[in-house]
């Protein structure tokens, strides 16, 4: 399934085409009219590839999935002993919340990148000629990705520059919050039902019903902190419309993240990899087994590449799980064994992860090459070398159930609520929920066993109001810092936008 997505709709996208279109011998495509560009539906297709070729750099540690997991309470990445991971202090400064405009380019770029792309397929498939049934379906599901690409900005900017024409050669203007939500919501209501139901094999990888959907709740959960209204009932019907298009939870939390997740019934939204096709750039690869895991884990998995002993699991989120909770599974921890099952030696002992780290910033006493439980969530491949084939997932039906169960908590129908949280705690292993028991701060914890790493930690920490509180090697930090400053290289090139209050640089 996932070969068929690459080569039918990526294949043109690769860092081999690219290639291939600079040969003196070949087209100079930069050119030829619009309209012999796509001379059928396939081509179409083909061009709107390019989508989600570039939604590969979204889990790039420098991305958007770094700057998500470092800055909640769910991950730290330490300065080691060794002076490894210091990184120009990047990884300190966000988990710290020490937030200024330098830091967070990329999540900026690959935000507004998508949003130009989009527009640029948009204008090319409009302007064509060529007609077919299905033309409007393909132009409904660009429409959808610009529509969470610009979530994604208000999310993490707040008032951002907006564009929906690619043939506008002036400066953006900056539109707050409000404007944008009002927009994001009509495009998504106006092409949902353009979009297939579910995912399948003919449209993996692309936008559904579901995801549309999906990204429709994340909108209105999130109204309160963003246009300052509650939507909590809205938030509700959207998930309902999910829940009656047939996705449905896998018996087996970790199917969820296999080699080959692309058979998974439970999710919604993934970033395509695999590790044949994805090549060329690392920034385009899933490097997860890199960036977390010592190099001593290679002989556990089989792995080839060198890994670099970075990211790691905080104390206090390993600590959540309980002892029978099977997602505590994600994480490494204690004495480490090769594929053998004999113990793993460093400095001539036993080599254990510790859940426990020594520091996140002391080069006097930086914290220890094994200290930190480290990301198993998602398989690792026997031999593997360059990306994952695991497909990166952005959206799972679990966070539909929980919510639409937070939203009748929130609205103190917490009974009706019961069995969404409790389908999820089932798989779990660990005892279901009480009514009583389904107050926010346990549905916030419970959110954080089961959606660690998935790039949804910051935006539930906002929701729920504990972002600006201290936690593993953080200090209280102050409101504005719910936001990420626009970096300062935009302000430049765009005089009109405004940064954000609170940030002077």
Not at 318 to 337: C, F, H, I, M, T
Not at 406 to 426: D, I, Q
Not at 495 to 500: A, C, K, R
């Amino acid at each position: 399934m996932k070969k068929i997505v690459i080569s039918a709709l990526l294949a043109v996208c690769t860092g081999n085409c690219f290639q291939s279109c600079t040969n003196l011998d070949e087209d100079v495509y930069s050119y030829i009219q619009t309209d012999d560009f796509f001379k059928n539906e396939q081509e179409m297709v083909m061009n709107i590839g390019r989508i989600y070729d570039y939604m590969k750099q979204y889990t790039h540690y420098f991305n958007m999935w770094g700057a998500l997991t470092i800055s909640a309470d769910e991950a730290i990445c330490p300065f080691r002993e060794g002076n490894l991971w210091w990184d120009n202090g990047v990884w300190i400064d966000l988990h710290s919340h020490n937030f200024h405009s330098h830091v967070n380019n990329n999540a900026w770029d690959f935000i507004f990148g998508g949003v130009a792309l989009c527009n640029q397929i948009l204008y090319m498939i409009e302007e064509s000629p060529v007609d077919f049934a299905s033309k409007p379906n393909l132009i409904a599901e660009v429409k959808v990705m610009r529509a969470w690409f610009y979530m994604n900005g208000i999310d993490l900017f707040g008032n951002i520059p907006f564009t929906d024409n690619f043939k506008d050669e002036g400066l953006p203007p900056q539109k707050d919050r409000q404007f944008l939500f009002s927009w994001i919501e009509k495009e998504l209501k106006e092409n949902v039902e353009a979009l297939p139901a579910i995912p399948a094999t003919s449209n993996y990888g692309r936008p559904t019903q579901a995801m549309a959907y999906t990204v429709l709740a994340k909108l209105y959960i999130n109204a309160e902190e963003w246009i300052g209204k509650e939507m909590w009932q809205e938030t509700v019907d959207v998930c309902a419309k999910v829940r009656k298009l047939g996705m449905t939870l896998e018996s087996d939390y970790f199917a969820n993240f296999k080699v080959n997740n692309e058979n998974s019934k439970e999710n919604i939204m993934v970033v395509v990899y695999d590790n044949v096709q994805t090549s060329g750039d690392w920034t385009y690869n899933f490097k997860l087994h890199q960036e977390t895991l010592y190099t001593l884990s290679q002989q556990t998995f089989g792995i080839v590449d060198f890994c670099w002993d970075g990211f790691c699991v905080t104390e206090s989120l390993y600590n959540s799980y309980d002892e029978n909770d099977v997602r505590r599974k994600s994480w490494l921890a204690g004495p480490q064994y090769d594929k053998s099952g004999n113990p793993l030696m460093y400095r001539g002992e036993p080599f254990s992860y510790n859940v426990s780290v020594t520091s996140l910033y002391d080069p006097q006493n930086p914290a220890k090459t094994e200290d930190g439980a480290r990301c198993a969530k998602y398989e690792y491949e026997d031999g593997l070398q360059g990306s994952m084939s695991n497909d990166f997932v952005i959206y799972r039906y679990a966070d539909v159930l929980m919510m639409e169960g937070e939203a009748l908590v929130r609205m103190g129908k917490a009974t009706e609520a019961l069995p969404l949280f409790n389908e999820v705690r089932r798989r779990a292993g660990v005892a279901e929920y009480t009514a009583s028991q389904l107050t926010l701060d346990e549905i916030l914890a419970e959110r954080g066993r089961e959606f660690a790493w998935e790039g949804l930690r910051r935006q539930d920490q906002i929701r729920f109001g504990t972002w600006g509180k201290a936690w593993d090697f953080k200090e209280p930090s102050e409101d504005y810092k719910k936001l990420f400053p626009i970096p300062y290289w935009a302000l430049l090139s765009n005089p009109t936008l405004q940064q954000e209050p609170g940030y002077t640089n």
